[in-house]
């Protein structure tokens, strides 16, 4: 069925979206077009300023609007302690937790040599750096458990060990609430295992 070329315009560029299909983008485009003027509008306009507006934080590497990000500024966050991450989404779910209340750090990536991506193409550089010449105690290592992010985590510590006396961590990872043992992968219950607890 041909569509109104407007509509096939707004409908290829929803499904250059990740994860939209020509379903998704058909609910999309046509919730959009039964959308006030002004929402429309308003949407179009947030998704202008990000490209606009947003740049790296000069300290952590985070999504900023200006030099520094909202969580560098925050006098009331734990200055001794970093917790490094692959990108800002990560980051956006580890301040989801609620849990977490110290500084980041955003690598843009992740070691990976088939991709081309080694150190050099990470913001590893200033990570060090802070390390360094901040008052750093623990640094957190929240890469994903799989083989980039286990490859990244190593070579952070292997540069870090030779350097300022530091303790770094890296988050547990096992089964998540409510898995089924069954149903576990063996790497998920490895991880499960050597990182148990003592019950309390």
């Known amino acids: 069925m041909k569509f109104p070329r407007s509509l096939e315009t707004l409908l290829n560029e929803l499904e250059y979206l990740p994860t ?16 006030p003027s002004s ?15 947003l740049q790296k934080c000069t300290r952590c590497g985070n999504l900023a609007e200006g ?16 917790c490094v991450v692959a990108n800002a989404r990560d980051l956006m779910a580890m301040e989801s937790s609620g849990e ?6 955003v690598l843009g990536g992740l070691i990976s040599p088939l991709d081309g991506v080694g150190p050099e193409q990470l913001n590893l550089a200033s990570l060090f750096n802070r390390v360094k010449n901040e008052n750093v105690k623990e640094l957190i290592i929240a ?39 069954e149903y576990s992968d063996p790497l998920t219950l ?5 990182n148990r607890v003592p019950m309390h």
Do not use: W
């Not at 939209?20 to 959308?35: N, W």
């Not at 030099?67 to 970093?82: A, F, S, Y």
């Open 20 to 35: 939209v299909g020509p379903k998704t983008a058909a609910r999309l485009a046509f919730h959009i077009l039964e959308a």
């Open 100 to 105: 977490y209340k110290g500084l980041y750090h």
């Open 39 to 53: 929402r429309v509008q308003a949407l179009a306009q947030a998704i202008i300023d990000v490209k606009e507006k």
């Open 67 to 82: 030099e520094l990000c909202e969580i560098c500024r925050d006098g009331r966050r734990n200055e001794q302690t970093i």
């Open 190 to 194: 490895s991880r499960a295992i050597c």
């Open 143 to 181: 890469t994903n458990p799989t083989i980039q992010g286990e490859a990244t985590a190593l070579y952070i510590k292997k540069i870090l060990k030779s350097g300022k006396e530091i303790l770094i961590t890296r988050l547990a990872s096992g089964l998540p609430m409510g898995a089924n043992l």
